[in-house]
């Protein structure tokens, strides 16, 4: 038998964005490679942007493109196979690729700067935290740059808190983009990638990671579905249960469902009540489980 991973994804928005006539500004990113590895990233635009959507978008794409691209040619070899990775590997890894898509954000923010200052067009567009995940078959890393949930075989890995309340982003890596974060922290390695966690793949069951956002689905486990009487549920859910794999969609469905408002007609009172859904933060997971398939040992 096979032990593969089965991935499932989906995002939705979050009430205080629909208020104030925002897009979503989270984003995510599964991609796999020629051997069955896989990069999951997960996105989430600063909430004060007025399209931090941009970013977050274009960020997971090409940085999950240029991970791939540095473990494989363009013919599917791994550039990396007869090498056991350790965390000093990966460190530089992380280090080269936030550097290739940082000089390609700076090529497309030097095209909108116009009368505004790199910084100000950085602001409204690119300012995006990451938390990602690399499988491959011999050793799994998850990693992070600013805030998010990250959980690991079930733990879940404490990701800040940042003095505040102010994460570091990827494009205060930027040379040309000016930041109180820069002056209060002085040391590069606030503005790199960090490794959370690195174990060998053999011993990854599941995992989940997301955007903050997740944190008002995780307080509203025990409350009812709006207009149900359905609890919520723990975030195991979304790895335990095989619905969430089964439909590419059910995730996005699911997150939906949580964050739906629930309006009634009290005709007692002769007035409309309304439930407002649960999530008040853009929200986006990607969740991965192992599964035995049948095949070769």
Same mark, same amino acid.
């Given at each position: 038998?096979?032990?593969?991973?089965?991935?499932?994804?989906?995002?939705?928005?979050?009430?205080?964005?629909?208020?104030?006539?925002?897009?979503?500004?989270?984003?995510?990113?599964?991609?796999?490679?020629?051997?069955?590895?896989?990069?999951?990233?997960?996105?989430?635009?600063?909430?004060?942007?007025?399209?931090?959507?941009?970013?977050?978008? +274009?960020?997971?794409?090409?940085?999950?493109?240029?991970?791939?691209?540095?473990?494989?040619?363009?013919?599917?070899?791994? +550039?990396?196979? %007869?090498?056991?990775?350790?965390?000093? *590997?990966?460190? +530089?890894?992380?280090?080269?690729?936030?550097?290739?898509?940082?000089?390609?954000?700076?090529?497309?923010?030097?095209? =909108?700067?116009?009368?505004?200052?790199?910084?100000?067009?950085?602001?409204?567009?690119?300012?995006?935290?990451?938390?990602?995940?690399?499988?491959?078959?011999?050793?799994?890393?998850?990693?992070?740059?600013? *805030?998010?949930?990250?959980?690991?075989?079930?733990?879940?890995?404490?990701?800040?808190?940042?003095?505040? #309340?102010?994460?570091?982003?990827?494009?205060?890596?930027?040379?040309?983009?000016?930041?109180?974060?820069?002056?209060?922290?002085?040391?590069?390695?606030?503005? %790199?990638?960090?490794? #959370?966690?690195?174990?060998?793949?053999?011993?990854?069951?599941?995992?989940?990671?997301?955007?903050?956002?997740?944190?008002?689905?995780?307080?509203?486990?025990?409350? %009812?579905?709006?207009?149900?009487?359905?609890?919520?549920?723990?975030?195991?859910?979304?790895?335990?249960?095989?619905?969430?794999?089964?439909?590419?969609? =059910?995730?996005?469905?699911?997150?939906? =469902?949580? %964050?739906?408002?629930?309006?009634?007609?009290?005709?007692?009172? =002769?007035?409309?009540?309304?439930?407002?859904? +649960?999530?008040?933060?853009?929200?986006?997971?990607?969740?991965?489980?192992?599964?035995?398939?049948?095949?070769?040992?």
């Amino acid at each position: 038998m096979n032990r593969v991973f089965q991935t499932a994804a989906g995002s939705v928005i979050g009430h205080d964005h629909v208020r104030t006539g925002k897009n979503n500004h989270d984003a995510w990113f599964v991609q796999g490679g020629f051997k069955g590895d896989f990069v999951a990233l997960v996105a989430d635009g600063c909430g004060s942007g007025l399209h931090s959507e941009v970013g977050a978008k +274009l960020g997971v794409q090409m940085l999950g493109e240029a991970i791939i691209s540095s473990f494989y040619d363009g013919t599917g070899q791994c +550039l990396r196979m %007869n090498k056991m990775l350790g965390k000093g *590997d990966f460190e +530089l890894l992380l280090r080269h690729v936030r550097k290739d898509v940082l000089k390609t954000l700076n090529n497309i923010m030097s095209r =909108m700067v116009g009368r505004k200052s790199f910084t100000s067009v950085a602001n409204d567009f690119f300012l995006f935290t990451i938390v990602g995940a690399i499988i491959l078959p011999e050793v799994s890393v998850f990693f992070s740059l600013g *805030d998010g949930t990250m959980i690991v075989n079930g733990e879940k890995i404490s990701l800040g808190p940042f003095q505040d #309340n102010a994460p570091p982003y990827l494009m205060y890596g930027s040379e040309f983009v000016k930041t109180a974060l820069k002056e209060t922290n002085p040391d590069p390695d606030a503005l %790199n990638f960090t490794i #959370n966690r690195i174990l060998p793949t053999e011993e990854l069951e599941n995992f989940l990671i997301g955007t903050d956002g997740l944190d008002y689905l995780a307080a509203a486990s025990e409350e %009812n579905l709006p207009g149900k009487s359905e609890q919520v549920g723990p975030l195991s859910q979304f790895w335990e249960e095989d619905r969430f794999f089964a439909n590419p969609d =059910m995730v996005r469905r699911r997150l939906s =469902m949580i %964050n739906t408002d629930f309006v009634t007609l009290d005709r007692q009172a =002769m007035c409309i009540k309304r439930k407002a859904g +649960l999530l008040f933060d853009d929200t986006t997971l990607i969740v991965g489980r192992r599964i035995l398939v049948k095949g070769e040992t």
